[in-house]
T-cell receptor
Framework: NAGVMQNPRHLVRRRGQEARLRCSPMKGHSHVYWYRQLPEEGLKFMVY????????ESGMPKERFSAEFPKEGPSILRIQQVVRGDSAAYFC????????????FGEGSRLTVL | GQSLEQPSEVTAVEGAIVQINCTYQTSGFYGLSWYQQHDGGAPTFLSY????GLEETGRFSSFLSRSDSYGYLLLQELQMKDSASYFCGVYNTDKLIFGTGTRLQVFP
């Protein structure tokens, strides 16, 4: 059973470009979470999605950031017009339906904005 | 809102016991989780406490007191490979909110 798959693992963008980060949850998991981690800092919650629904986006910046989890295909975190402050590791996690307290994390996508 | 506090850094020697505390303020509390993260790696699940008391899993134990809004992670028989960051996280209604993390350094 494959784990949470994220790609790309590393992404370099210039200021003003767009970044698209993909996440395929573990098989059978319908809950997807995105977290951002700045160097030497903690994991900041961004958004919680279920298939075709955004459940909680309270941690998402109001502008330039969007997320989706379509009926088919991976979840996507999209950052438009990137700025240097967006440089971070973006982790996706998934969980099954029940609240078990356990999230399964992917290896992360490390975005560098030049 | 929510807030979690844990020490920023802890050091110990191999074979020792270390306790990492976590205090939290939140509404809609479901439980307290602990995760380990090595440098450059993904967070990995260690434990989850939904009820008061101590949960033991091998060398690691986790404790929760809901009335005190407090928990801790206890690591016994420390090994060099335990050097990592440890995050407590509060399960709040529909998401897991993490503390700022505790960096544990284990010395020989």
């Amino acid at each position: 059973n494959a784990g949470v798959m994220q790609n790309p693992r590393h992404l370099v963008r210039r200021r003003g470009q767009e970044a698209r980060l993909r996440c395929s949850p573990m098989k059978g998991h319908s809950h997807v979470y995105w977290y951002r981690q700045l160097p030497e800092e903690g994991l900041k919650f961004m958004v919680y999605l279920q298939k075709e629904n955004i459940i909680d986006e309270s941690g998402m910046p109001k502008e330039r950031f969007s997320a989706e989890f379509p009926k088919e295909g991976p979840s996507i975190l999209r950052i438009q017009q990137v700025v240097r402050g967006d440089s971070a590791a973006y982790f996706c996690a998934s969980s099954p339906d029940t609240v078990t307290g356990e999230l399964f994390f992917g290896e992360g996508s490390r975005l560098t904005v030049l | 809102g929510q807030s979690l506090e844990q020490p920023s850094e802890v050091t110990a020697v191999e074979g020792a016991i270390v306790q990492i505390n976590c205090t939290y303020q939140t509404s809609g509390f479901y439980g307290l989780s602990w995760y380990q993260q090595h440098d450059g790696g993904a967070p990995t699940f260690l434990s989850y406490n939904a009820l008061d008391g101590l949960e033991e899993t091998g060398r690691f134990s986790s404790f929760l007191s809901r009335s005190d809004s407090y928990g801790y992670l206890l690591l016994q028989e420390l090994q060099m490979k335990d050097s990592a960051s440890y995050f407590c996280g509060v399960y709040n209604t529909d998401k897991l909110i993490f503390g700022t993390g505790t960096r544990l350094q284990v010395f020989p």
